[in-house]
């Protein structure tokens, strides 16, 4: 199966002028394949943040490469960049980054207007996600008006709307209740399953964790163990991941 | 621990509190600026020949501190915002209300007061900088003149700790009615949704509708001198309430078709149009005001350019000649050949005897006279043009048409130097009668230059208006004749008006670069994630740069369109005091609009910078 991440050698130092440096990310090698669920978990401080930013373009690393779709993401200039991410990739943080001066159509459209797609076009696909998503009733509305589930169900629309290859989660569960954490999950899973968007989700939080295909579990920088779910239920699979944190923070 | 964390604020968030200073610094300044010429009657009666340029002050100084107190009231509300959560954090870990808002009230205080001495001496400096520049560069010496004037720096003084201390009073006030979560909360807080429905479009439509009623008053009553101070008063109320009403929601309505339009759906124009409902909103008590001060500013300036502009072309149509030289010395000779764009010279020769000066007829036909025509219609002096020069022989001089008789004035106009009694005497022009009189031959010559107050024109004819006072002592009290000499005596009158309305200009113009500035910059903190959002979704840096450049263009559009329309109507009032005023109006917009460029390409690139710099 094709790769959508294949990261090699990945090194981000923090204050290379001093003696000694510090290592965020240690010679981090990982893929994720075409349609996967991927998680990354680890304690704070452990450079999981990091790597999201390095690997969604947002921050350039000291060495290595990160390859996406076959693009090598830090050979792109700016503009390239730019392009790149409005039409391969997606982003859902847990502060949902909404835009508040706009309506929650605009947000959701926000990526097929950069793309320049004609305004028919936009409405029929905001209106799909939005379908997809249960927002049809609040698309007029601005996020100010809306609840932390609805506005985390938004910026999971404006991830999907351009149908990209790859969707990156910043602990898109974070602010949310069980409840709405649990909907959030679920509408992740449906996009990964139904649409076949791959997803990389950084996350602390084993019960969100327990959705994907395979966990990475990250402490100093390094990737020092990984889960794959293989056959096992979601349940299963959050016993698992329980037991192994019990394990891995001792 | 209070003051410690207070200090700690000052140096994370200096960059935030510089803007705010410098704007508090900036409104000092102008106010004392403003005070210092507003009450200094001695030099408002001294330089103007109009009775209620006192009144106009006195409702110029109201209105400016209208002006200042909208914007003190929302710097302040700015230092609040800014350590509004600090505040939250520290009742949290159990400071009393009461020590916090004392501390909040401590803070607006000093900070005023620091602003307060800072801004007072900014101003002195920049009425002594602008009063001498100004002076210098339209060269007038106006008696009376101060850089300090007692009553105005008392009532900057006293306005000015009123204000901080009503502002510190209603921080305090707020901080006692707002609970914990919410100031722990209020950097989060969203901005005021716009408005839309049938309210808006009710307000919208009357906000247009007072808007042109102002105009009708100002254009109809104030400029026809009808119940002249209330007219004024009603057209400024009108005026304001009108660009209030306007911005807030005339716009808003406006907006909500082009977000509604397809056109809007590309790149990012949904965006700057998001984000200008918004702005709109939290901008409009400070764009009506920068509104109210870029039309002041340009008012100001268009008024004191028409006195400038206008003076030369009245002294033109004073006479057909610039100056004339009695019994032209070397001296004399060696400047007018300096002189550049010379339309003619030419000398006469004549006797003065007791009571008749006495021309030789036949140099005016080797040499004609220049004169005006008489012009037929009534407003002769109303005109903007200088009327063509016509030359006349002998004969026309001795015995002119109706029409032609202005070339009497040019004779009795020419010999003044040398003779006290020039006015009472007769002219005669006889060749027969030059050629046996026995007086000495005297000469007189005339010079005529297409622009008298370019340079080197104004310094030499300065010299030879200088050389011929000192030689000939009738010239002190009457001035030397032609339309150099008339220039001279206008510039006692309408100087002072001139100098008011460049120095205002001035004045305001800072005062508005200052307000808007800060009003945009104070965004950035709300903008930066907005921008960050949009570079994770793909828009490119151009894209970005762009949309921010559009939007804060359209802000800075929005006072320039209603403030140029504000002077356009507004101008007619001033007929009353000058022939055209609207003679000023294009260069001086050239000139306020230039700076107002400036001032957005400069916010703009600030805004840039600021925005870089959260990222890293």
């Known amino acids: 199966m094709k790769n959508v991440i294949d990261v090699k050698n990945l090194n981000l130092t923090y204050n290379t002028n001093g003696s000694k440096p510090f290592y965020a990310l240690k010679d ?62 997606g982003f859902i943080f847990q502060e949902y980054n909404l835009i508040e001066s706009l309506s929650v159509f605009d947000n959701i459209a926000l990526p097929l207007s950069l793309a320049k797609a004609k305004a028919a076009n936009i409405k029929e696909a905001v209106n799909h996600v939005a379908t997809l998503l249960h927002l049809t009733e609040q698309l007029t509305k601005f996020p100010s008006e809306l609840s932390g589930g609805q506005k985390q169900r938004v910026a999971a629309a404006r991830a999907l709307v351009h149908q990209p290859k790859l969707i990156f989660g910043d602990e898109p569960t974070g602010a949310l209740d069980s409840a709405n954490a649990r909907e959030m999950m679920n509408y992740l899973n449906k996009i990964n399953n139904e649409q076949h968007i791959s997803i990389l989700m950084v996350t602390h939080d084993g019960f969100s964790a327990s959705f994907a295909n395979k966990i990475h579990f990250l402490s100093d920088g390094q990737i020092v163990q990984t889960l794959e779910r293989g056959d096992q239920t979601r349940e299963e699979f959050y016993r698992a991941v329980l037991d192994f944190l019990g394990t891995f923070e001792e | 621990m209070l003051t410690k964390i207070a200090v700690q604020t000052i140096k994370t968030k200096w960059k935030n509190l510089l803007i705010l200073f410098a704007g508090l610094v900036i409104s000092t300044a102008i106010f004392y600026m403003f005070s210092t010429v507003a009450n200094n009657k001695a030099f408002l009666t001294a330089n103007t020949s109009i009775k209620s340029i006192i009144v106009v002050f006195v409702i110029g100084e109201i209105l400016l501190g209208l002006i200042t107190f909208i914007y003190l009231n929302f710097a302040n509300r700015f230092l609040v915002q800014l350590r509004q959560r600090e505040y939250g954090l520290l009742m949290m870990f159990g400071a009393n209300k009461l020590s916090i808002s004392r501390l909040l009230f401590m803070e607006t205080f000093f900070l005023g007061l620091i602003s307060l001495v800072m801004g007072s001496f900014l101003g002195a400096g920049l009425t002594i900088v602008a009063g001498n520049v100004l002076q210098k560069q339209l060269d007038l010496t106006l008696p009376h003149w101060q850089i300090f004037n007692s009553t105005g720096f008392i009532i900057t003084i006293c306005y000015f700790i009123i204000v901080f201390s009503l502002n510190g009073f209603l921080n305090q006030l707020y901080i006692n009615r707002t609970d914990i979560n919410k100031l722990l909360q209020a950097n989060q807080s969203a901005e005021k949704t716009p408005k839309t429905g049938v309210a808006n479009f009710i307000t919208g439509i009357i906000g247009i509708v007072l808007l042109i009623l102002s105009f009708v008053v100002m254009a109809q009553l104030v400029a026809k001198g009808i119940f002249i101070l209330i007219a004024l008063v009603l057209a400024i109320v009108l005026n304001i309430s009108g660009t209030y009403l306007f911005i807030r929601s005339s716009l808003t309505l406006v907006l909500n078709v082009l977000k509604g339009s397809s056109l809007s759906a590309t790149g990012l124009r949904r965006f700057t149009l998001g984000q200008l409902s918004f702005r709109l909103r939290a901008f409009e008590r400070i764009l009506t005001i920068v509104t109210l001060l870029f039309a002041l500013a340009l008012g100001a300036l268009t008024v004191g350019r028409g006195y400038e502009l206008s003076t030369p072309t009245l002294a033109e149509q004073s006479s057909p000649f610039t100056i004339n030289i009695n019994q032209p010395s070397k001296q004399d000779d060696q400047l007018i050949s300096q002189l550049q764009g010379v339309t003619y010279t030419k000398t006469y020769q004549y006797k003065q005897l007791t009571n008749e000066i006495v021309w030789d007829a036949a140099q005016f036909d080797r040499e004609p006279l220049p004169y005006y025509k008489s012009s037929t219609s009534d407003n002769s002096s109303f005109t903007a043009s200088v009327p063509k020069i016509q030359f006349g022989n002998a004969n026309q001089i001795s015995k002119p048409n109706p029409s032609d008789f202005l070339i009497r004035k040019t004779l009795t106009d020419l010999a003044t130097a040398t003779n006290p009694n020039h006015i009472s005497i007769g002219n005669t022009v006889d060749t027969h009668k030059f050629a046996i009189s026995k007086a000495p031959v005297k000469r007189v010559t005339i010079v005529h230059v297409k622009n008298m107050t370019s340079q080197p024109n104004a310094q030499i004819l300065k010299k030879l208006a200088a050389t011929q006072t000192k030689r000939f002592p009738t010239l002190a009290t009457l001035g030397v004749s032609g339309a150099y000499g008339f220039l001279e005596i206008s510039k006692g009158v309408f100087g002072g008006l001139e100098f008011m309305g460049f120095f205002l200009a001035i004045a305001f113009l800072v005062m508005l670069a200052s307000t808007l500035m800060f009003k945009v910059l104070s965004n950035v903190d709300i903008d930066r994630r907005r921008y960050q959002i949009l570079t994770m979704i793909g828009a490119t840096p151009a894209q970005r740069i762009f949309a921010n450049a559009l939007e804060i263009a359209i802000i800075f559009i929005v006072p320039l369109t209603i403030g140029i329309i504000d002077v356009v109507y507004g101008l007619p009032m001033f007929k009353a005091l000058m022939v055209n005023p609207y003679i000023g109006l294009t260069s001086s917009l050239l000139i306020i609009v230039s700076f107002y460029t400036l001032y957005y390409v400069l916010t703009v690139i600030i805004y840039q910078q600021m925005l870089k710099k959260g990222n890293k």
């Open chain 1, 28 to 89: 981090v090698n990982l893929t994720v394949s075409e349609g996967k669920f991927v998680a990354i978990m680890g304690p704070s401080g452990s450079g999981k943040s990091s790597l999201l930013n390095v690997l969604a373009s947002l921050q350039a690393p000291t060495s290595g490469e990160v390859l996406i779709d076959d693009q090598n993401i830090w050979q792109l200039n700016a503009n390239q960049l730019a392009k790149f991410r409005g039409q391969k990739l």
